[in-house]
Every structure is written in C-alpha cells, then in structure tokens.
C-alpha cells in the first residue's frame, strides 16, 4: 500500500486528542492558534495605550494626594503670626460685667464712667507681625500701642500707665499680659471680641467692624 505521507513532507497537524508524533495529547492542552504575520503589532500598541493612560492617571492620582494633603495641613495647623485677619476698624458695641473688672484693677471712679457704654472706636492696622493698635474715645483722645509679635515693647493700659510687655499670638489670639491683668484680642464672625481678666473677674468687650 503506497504510503499517505512521504518521508519528505511533515505529517499536517492533528486536529484529534493525537499529537503530530502519534501520542495522545494532554486534556485542556489543545495546540495554540498561529498568529499571522504582523498580527501582533496591534496587540503591542493596545498595550502601550493602555500603559501610557495607567501611568497618566495614577500621576494625576498622585497630584491630587498632593493637594489633599497639603490642604489639610493648612487646615489644621494654628493661625500662623502673619495672619492679617485683625485689620480694620470696630466700632463698640457691647460689653460684658465692666464695673466688677474695673474694680478690680482699681480704676478711678471718673474713668469709671467715662469709660461705662463708650463708642470706643479700635483701629487695627497690621503689616505680618507689627501692629499699631489704636483706641478713639468720644471727644478727641485716644491711647495707641504698638508693638510687634514675639518682641518686647511699650504698652499702655486703660488706666494710661505705661509698662513693657512681649505679646503673643496664641491660636488665633493677640495675647498680652498688662500689670494687673491678662488681655487677649481675636476676631470672631467678623467682629474683634476682647476678653481681659483679673483677679477671677472677667470683662468682654464686642465690637462691630466698621471698615
């Protein structure tokens, strides 16, 4: 019987469970399909499209990590020294057991009520850590402290005697330790609110911004 397959030409490949060498082939381990030529080249761009858009998308993640980060460090770190929040002009507008604080620092009686439900007008003006920080009374006078953040200087109380203090900024607040008593200043929904403290009685000021 002539032979099917000559000794010159390889026998086609088997399309049964029977390999080319005429042993049975492995379940599952079907002979894998013959690309055409060039037929890869495609496969090779799709896969560089798809590795240049990962490689965008996780630096536009890493940027925006970034951002977030450095938004909530400026969120929660405290008001910094060059806050300019102070600036402006306030015009009085209520306050808070006056007559035992002004007791308790001895004032004198005529400052006493020249001082009881006074327009004070407060002018802040602030260039970072230096502020000029002045006190207008009905009728012309007026007291004017300035001092820079950190340092010390010359201050004045609301009785008019000078001293030296170093003021501070303290979480958002101008802190200032006067001779008889402790003043602190911040600016809350607009409004500058002072709070000053003596011997266990405390006195608030309120006033409106005017400019």
Same mark, same amino acid.
């Given at each position: 019987?002539?032979?099917?397959?000559?000794? *010159?030409?390889?026998?086609?490949?088997?399309?049964?469970?029977?390999?080319?060498?005429?042993?049975?082939?492995?379940?599952?381990?079907?002979?894998?399909?013959?690309? *055409?030529?060039?037929? #890869?080249?495609?496969? #090779?761009?799709? /896969?560089?499209?798809?590795?240049?858009?990962?490689?965008?998308?996780?630096?536009? +993640?890493? /940027?925006?990590?970034?951002?977030?980060?450095?938004?909530?460090?400026?969120?929660?770190?405290?008001?910094?020294?060059?806050?300019?929040?102070?600036?402006?002009?306030?015009?009085?507008?209520?306050?808070?057991?006056?007559?035992?604080?002004?007791?308790?620092?001895?004032?004198?009686?005529?400052?006493?009520? +020249?001082?009881?439900? /006074?327009?004070?007008?407060?002018?802040?003006?602030?260039?970072?850590?230096?502020? $000029?920080?002045?006190?207008?009374?009905?009728?012309?006078?007026? $007291? $004017?402290?300035?001092?820079?953040?950190?340092?010390?200087?010359? +201050?004045?109380?609301?009785?008019?005697?000078?001293?030296? *203090? $170093?003021?501070?900024?303290?979480?958002? @607040?101008?802190? *200032?330790?006067?001779?008889?008593?402790?003043?602190?200043?911040?600016? /809350?929904?607009?409004?500058?609110?002072?709070?000053?403290?003596?011997?266990?009685?405390?006195?608030?000021?309120?006033? @409106?911004?005017?400019?």
């Amino acid at each position: 019987m002539a032979a099917i397959f000559s000794a *010159a030409s390889p026998p086609p490949p088997s399309s049964s469970g029977i390999d080319n060498h005429g042993l049975p082939r492995p379940p599952g381990r079907e002979s894998p399909p013959r690309l *055409a030529s060039g037929s #890869l080249l495609p496969c #090779l761009q799709l /896969c560089q499209s798809v590795s240049q858009r990962n490689s965008r998308w996780i630096q536009h +993640m890493i /940027c925006g990590l970034k951002e977030i980060r450095f938004a909530a460090i400026l969120l929660h770190q405290p008001h910094h020294q060059g806050n300019m929040a102070f600036a402006g002009k306030y015009e009085f507008e209520g306050d808070e057991n006056y007559d035992d604080f002004v007791k308790k620092i001895g004032l004198p009686s005529d400052k006493i009520e +020249m001082g009881r439900n /006074c327009k004070i007008v407060t002018e802040v003006v602030q260039n970072g850590n230096d502020f $000029t920080w002045t006190q207008h009374f009905p009728g012309g006078r007026t $007291t $004017t402290n300035t001092f820079t953040i950190g340092k010390e200087a010359d +201050m004045e109380t609301m009785g008019g005697k000078r001293f030296k *203090a $170093t003021v501070k900024m303290e979480d958002g @607040k101008i802190v *200032a330790e006067f001779p008889n008593y402790r003043h602190t200043a911040e600016i /809350c929904g607009g409004k500058l609110v002072e709070i000053s403290t003596a011997s266990g009685a405390v006195y608030k000021r309120t006033s @409106k911004r005017i400019a």
